[in-house]
C-alpha cells in the first residue's frame, strides 16, 4: 500500500477521467491520497471530489502562488471550514520566493495566519517552499508547537534536519526521478527514514517516465521504486515505512 501525500485531484486536468484516475491509482496500490487547495474559491469542489472516495483525504488552505485571488477574510473563513469539516490538515500554505513579483510581507500574512491555525486546532500543515526554505523555518520557530511537511522539498541536508528537529517530515516526488537531481539523490540517501513521505504532486511534476505528460497518482509507484532503489532497501520496506509516516502525520485510517 502507497499514500499519496500531495496530489491536486481537484485540479481541472482531471475532470474528464477523474473516476478513471482513481481506479488506476487503487490498481498501483495507491490506496489513500491528500488533497490540498490552493484558494478559497477551491474549497467546495475539493469538498466534493473528496467525498467521492473514501481513499481521499481534504486539506485546506491558501497558497503562496495564488496570491492575487486571496483575501484577509479568507483566514476568517478558513477557520469556519476547519471547524465544520475537520480536515486532515492545513494548507497548500507557504511561501514562495521565486516569483520576483509575488509580495513577500503579504505571504507572510497568509503563512503565519494558517500556522497559527494550524497550531489552535493541532493539525499538520502542507507547506509550499521555492527559494524560501530559510524563511519557512523561521516561521515554524516562531509560531511554534507545528508539524507537518513541506512538499517537494530541494533544500540541503543542513535545512533537512532542522524541519526534522522541529517535526517535519519531506515529501519526494517526481524530481527525485531524474538522473540530473545528484543532491536529491543523495538527500534521499541520507534522511531518516522516518522523515520521508510519497508524493506525485499530480497533475504536475512528472516524473522522468513520463516527462512533458500530465502526472496522476498512479505514478507513485514508480517514485517509490526510484527512492527504494536509491536506499538500497526493497519496495514493500518503503512503502510500509512511508505509509506509516503518512498516517501517522495526517491521521488517516488504515486500509
Not at 491520497?33 to 471530489?49: D, E, F, G, M, N
Amino acid at each position: 500500500m502507497l499514500i499519496d501525500s500531495h496530489c491536486h485531484l481537484d485540479a481541472g486536468e482531471f475532470d474528464v477521467d477523474r473516476s478513471a484516475v482513481v481506479a488506476r491509482a487503487r490498481a498501483a496500490g495507491v490506496r489513500q491520497q491528500v488533497v490540498p487547495a490552493v484558494t478559497a474559491a477551491s474549497w467546495p469542489k475539493l469538498r466534493a471530489v473528496c467525498q467521492q472516495d473514501t481513499g481521499l483525504f481534504p486539506a485546506y488552505g491558501l497558497h503562496p502562488v495564488f496570491l492575487a485571488d486571496h483575501a484577509p477574510a479568507d483566514l476568517a473563513t478558513l477557520r469556519e471550514w476547519i471547524e465544520r469539516e475537520r480536515p486532515c490538515a492545513i494548507g497548500e500554505c507557504g511561501l514562495d520566493f521565486f516569483i520576483e513579483d509575488l509580495d513577500r510581507e503579504q505571504q507572510q500574512l497568509y503563512f503565519v495566519g494558517q500556522l497559527e491555525l494550524a497550531r489552535a486546532f493541532d493539525l499538520p500543515v502542507i507547506v509550499h517552499a521555492r527559494r524560501a526554505v530559510d524563511a519557512v523555518i523561521a516561521a515554524i520557530r516562531r509560531v511554534g508547537g507545528l508539524r507537518g511537511v513541506v512538499h517537494s522539498f530541494s533544500g540541503s541536508p543542513e535545512q533537512a534536519a532542522l524541519l526534522h528537529k522541529a517535526g517535519f517530515l519531506l515529501g519526494l516526488g517526481g524530481p527525485v526521478t531524474y538522473d540530473r537531481a545528484q543532491r536529491l539523490h543523495r538527500l534521499v540517501q541520507n534522511m531518516p527514514l522516518e522523515q520521508l513521505l510519497l508524493e506525485t504532486d499530480a497533475p504536475d511534476q512528472p516524473d522522468s517516465g513520463i516527462r512533458g505528460e500530465r502526472n496522476e497518482p498512479a505514478r507513485l509507484h514508480h517514485i517509490a521504486s526510484e527512492i527504494a532503489a536509491l536506499r538500497g532497501i526493497s519496495l514493500d520496506a518503503l512503502a510500509e515505512a512511508t505509509t506509516a509516516n503518512a498516517q501517522r502525520l495526517f491521521g488517516l485510517p488504515a486500509v
